[in-house]
């Protein structure tokens, strides 16, 4: 273990009900490296609004988020866990940073291209949104970044930033690295996209088993294997990766055999995946049970969390604002008016 541990900030849009396509693309990951890294977990709710949103949910949806988060293992004596706008100083090198950001560089990003493309009259948030994300790591001069692969290309504009603001104030910022977790991509029950709560195709991570059932019960499979007695291909079907992810190395190779060979249907291999992906959340569905009857703790948690990232974040400004020559008591005249 190194004495100064390296440190990692990731954060989490406050969408309310997390589900498994978040547990195992961000979640399950921040639990492990909790041990081994210094680390900052932040609920973005200042990215959350470049999307259109009701205010009056927002307070729910950031608090279950952080419920949700502390049911599933992550630990604040082990990291700093807090909501973004509770720091306001993330706002404020997001700003800075927009006089060393091209124009050309946001309107290149494929993720602000994709949403864009999809909305009749787009916001300036949604351009604006990788300089925030470069603002929320380079507050805390994290050295890694762990992000699915979605957004590698947001990682290496803040790389570019840090790069640009260092060059014409001096070295400063770190250029931090991406950490692309082990899961790439967690497809929905559709079979189709991206697991995501505005597609519907997500199981919930504190969905009973029954919601849970009803769900995989109708996911989608491999669409070729029409009857029971035909074999399937595993390969193409979604249950089977979900198999892979929640599943023993037992159950994996009695799906794939079962499938190949039409040993087994479709219903007995989503009961199987139900049955495993029901075990290994139970602990977290308890768990927040637990936390929704305590919510003063999430509370303290989440202001504890904030206390702390404000002194680092105010450090930072401070050093920023000398060496951009924000700060006109640095004059030698001034205090001499008297
Ligand atoms: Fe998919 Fe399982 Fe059906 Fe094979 S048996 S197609 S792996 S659900």
Redesign the pocket.
């Known amino acids: 273990m190194p004495e100064t541990k390296s440190r990692i900030f990731s954060g989490i849009q406050p969408s309310g009900e997390l589900h498994i396509g978040n547990y195992l693309g961000a979640i399950k990951n921040w639990v492990g490296l909790q041990d081994q890294y210094e680390c900052f977990f932040c609920i973005v709710d200042l990215h959350a609004i470049t999307q259109p949103f009701e205010a009056s949910e927002m307070p729910a949806r950031i608090f279950d988020v952080a419920l949700t988060l502390l049911a599933a293992g992550i630990d604040p004596d082990k990291c700093t866990l807090f909501v973004q706008s509770d720091v306001p100083e993330h706002s404020e090198l997001a700003w800075v940073f927009t006089s060393v950001t091209p124009l050309g560089e946001l309107e290149r990003m494929t993720q602000y291209k994709d949403k864009a493309a999809r909305q009749e009259s787009v916001l300036t948030g949604l351009l604006m949104y990788p300089v925030l994300q470069a603002a929320d790591i380079l507050l805390y001069h994290a050295h890694l970044v762990p992000v699915g692969e979605d957004q590698v290309q947001h990682i290496e504009l803040t790389r570019e930033i840090a790069r640009k603001w260092n060059a014409r104030y001096g070295e400063y910022f770190p250029e931090p690295e991406a950490l692309v977790g082990p899961v790439r991509r967690v497809l929905g029950l559709d079979g189709q996209a991206k697991m995501s709560k505005s597609l519907g195709n997500t199981i919930g991570l504190l969905e009973s088993p029954e919601e849970i059932w009803e769900k995989i019960r109708v996911?989608l499979?491999?669409p070729q294997?029409k009857r029971r007695k035909d074999p399937?291909?595993?390969n193409?079907?979604?249950?089977?990766s979900l198999?892979r992810h929640f599943s023993s190395a037992d159950d994996v190779a009695w799906?794939?055999q079962?499938?190949?060979s039409a040993a087994?249907?479709?219903i007995?291999?989503?009961r199987r995946?139900a049955g495993n992906i029901v075990k290994e959340l139970e602990p977290i569905r308890v768990r927040a049970a637990e936390l929704r009857s305590e919510p003063e703790y999430v509370f303290e948690v989440l202001a504890a969390g904030a206390e702390r990232c404000r002194a680092i974040a105010g450090r930072t400004m401070g050093e920023v604002r000398d060496r951009m020559g924000l700060r006109v008591s640095a004059l030698p005249a001034a205090g001499k008016h008297d």
């Open positions: 996911a499979t491999d294997r399937g291909n595993p193409v079907c979604n249950v089977f198999h799906a794939e079962g499938c190949v087994i249907g479709c007995d291999c989503k995946l």
